[in-house]
């Protein structure tokens, strides 16, 4: 029997060792406002799943045919051919996955694998001149397996490239059980195959580990660089930032934002470029749920609301003529007799319409406490005179409000509450305004129609950055300042 190198493992951790020492951190700068940090315990996870679906991939498996002839005291030489070498089961005791500076290690050990093949002979010799040959069928069992990979990942043009930086199998002990055939027999094809046998199924298992690598970087290589949400917008899922890679996590940073799908006029929100975190330690404090042990943050940048605010602001969404509102009586001029006396003198019994955009963006601030929006707007009394629509005055508002996002499933949504508002009057063509007075009807109208429209569009949120087939579970959100991260366990449902 070869002398068997050292454990895998050590192999493997050396290597990142050395790697370590070679490589110079590469400081990248572009933006993310959107990170993914998945914990020790997603780590697992994925690890497992890694595990069972290698396992899927590799069983069964059918190795390539030896052949070899034996000289076998007294007999001579004895050729002996074993063929449809099938693996047909692995068990693995032990795995573990942990990332490193250079790259992620799996190590899984304690395997066995059970494999059957068959097997056939024949020799002549000087007592016996015709040739004697027979065969059978025998299972193999391999003991003490390990098999080791080194992973490299990185980030290359926003797309996660995996590569293959070091794979090893190394089989520790073998015993073949033959189905008939003699002892001499037996013990003639441990000599001669054990091996070979050996290195074969080394050989096969390390093949069959590159391809599912290649598969598994194809696969990484082919996630969507934006989701596409509306005709509007997308969300940018770029890769930002080469993966972090720490003791116990490894952090993704993507870019977060929305961003339109058609080319319009610039976004008019500031954009930071000293929040992208660095190190490990930004990192997991960054996704601030590593120590209520769930297996995945995600920790979203006020940014990245704030894009969504400017994107949609942009594209003149947020502009709409009111002429439905649960208290119709508001929208005739009759309604506002006691409040705008002059607009019923100047209108007897015109309907009305309320024409509201907004003058800017709406600002979204995260803090400890939840969200906060400011939402700047101007309301345009309009009156319908004879199916004409005549603007009589304009009214500026800055409405204060609060709210909690909540999930969706993968989707990240929220809703809000009316908080306060300030009003003043713009211009006006019927006169000054009792501003005093109008406040309760601006408030009833806000609660009634502004913010059941905001909470409808909010309510439906967007999805988080989460691989198709992995569903959200357990999941809770966590405020901080400028920050909310969702911290939750994953499924994977094929
Ligand atoms: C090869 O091995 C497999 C698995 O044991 C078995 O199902 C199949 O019948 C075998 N084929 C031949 C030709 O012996
Ligand atoms: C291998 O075979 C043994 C005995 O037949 C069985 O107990 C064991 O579960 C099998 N293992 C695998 C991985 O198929
Ligand atoms: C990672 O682990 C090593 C040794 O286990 C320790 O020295 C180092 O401080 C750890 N780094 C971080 C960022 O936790
Ligand atoms: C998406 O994000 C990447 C990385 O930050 C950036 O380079 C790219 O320009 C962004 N794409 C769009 C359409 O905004
Ligand atoms: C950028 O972020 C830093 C630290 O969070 C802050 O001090 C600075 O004011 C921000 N700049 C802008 C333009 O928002
Ligand atoms: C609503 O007001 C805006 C100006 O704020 C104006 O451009 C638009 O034409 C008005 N729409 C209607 C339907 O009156």
């Given at each position: 029997m070869a002398p068997k190198a050292k454990p895998i493992i050590f192999l493997l951790l050396n290597l990142t060792t050395i790697l370590l020492l070679s490589t110079v951190p590469v400081q990248s700068t572009a933006q993310s406002y959107t990170s993914v940090v998945i914990s020790q315990k997603g780590l697992d996870f994925v690890k497992d799943l890694l595990v069972t679906e290698a396992i899927s991939s590799l069983t069964p498996l059918r190795l390539p045919q030896i052949q070899q002839s034996v000289r076998i005291p007294f007999l001579g030489n004895v050729h002996m051919v074993l063929s449809?070498?099938?693996?047909?089961g692995i068990d693995v005791g032990s795995s573990f996955l942990k990332p490193g500076d250079t790259g992620i290690v799996i190590v899984a050990s304690e395997m066995t694998c059970n494999l059957t093949m068959n097997w056939r002979y024949s020799y002549s010799t000087w007592f016996l001149p015709v040739s004697v040959s027979d065969e059978g069928t025998a299972s193999i069992r391999v003991e003490g397996m390990e098999v080791g990979l080194t992973l490299g990942l990185e980030v290359q043009e926003g797309k996660l490239k995996l590569s293959l930086a070091q794979c090893g199998c190394l089989v520790k002990d073998i015993s073949i059980k033959l189905d008939g055939g003699a002892s001499w027999l037996y013990q003639g094809m441990i000599d001669a195959f054990e091996e070979q046998i050996e290195s074969t199924v080394e050989n096969a298992i390390m093949q069959k580990l590159k391809e599912g690598i290649l598969k598994l970087d194809v696969f990484l290589q082919s996630l969507p660089e934006e989701i596409p949400l509306d005709d509007t917008a997308s969300l940018n899922?770029?890769?930002?930032?080469?993966?972090?890679?720490c003791n116990s996590s490894v952090g993704f940073e993507i870019n977060g934002l929305f961003s339109p799908r058609k080319i319009v006029p610039v976004l008019k929100y500031q954009e930071n470029d000293s929040e992208s975190p660095v190190s490990c330690m930004d990192s997991e404090s960054l996704v601030s749920c590593m120590d209520v042990s769930k297996m995945l943050g995600i920790s979203l940048h006020e940014f990245v609301f704030n894009s969504a605010s400017a994107l949609y602001y942009d594209a003149e969404f947020m502009q709409w003529v009111v002429d439905?509102?649960?208290?119709?009586?508001?929208?005739?001029t009759a309604g506002w007799r006691f409040i705008i006396p002059q607009l019923y003198k100047k209108y007897p019994n015109d309907d009305m319409n309320l024409n509201i955009s907004l003058s800017s963006a709406p600002a979204i601030v995260v803090s400890e406490h939840g969200f906060d929006a400011t939402v700047y707007a101007d309301l345009i009394i309009d009156v319908v005179e004879e199916g004409r629509i005549v603007p009589v005055a304009c009214i500026s508002l800055v409405i204060r409000g609060s709210g909690l996002a909540k999930l969706l499933g993968n989707n990240l949504a929220g809703s809000v509450e009316l908080d306060d508002f300030v009003m003043s009057l713009k211009w006006s063509n019927i006169g000054n305004l009792h501003l005093f007075l109008i406040q309760p009807v601006m408030w009833t109208l806000l609660q009634t129609v502004f913010l059941p429209y905001t909470n409808a569009i909010l309510g439906k949120g967007f999805p988080l950055p989460i691989i198709h087939g992995f569903t959200l579970e357990n999941a809770e959100l966590v405020y901080s300042n400028s920050r909310v991260t969702v911290c939750g366990d994953v499924q994977y449902t094929k």
């Open positions: 449809n070498i099938t693996l047909l899922v770029t890769f930002a930032n080469e993966p972090l890679l439905k509102i649960p208290d119709q009586s508001l929208l005739n």
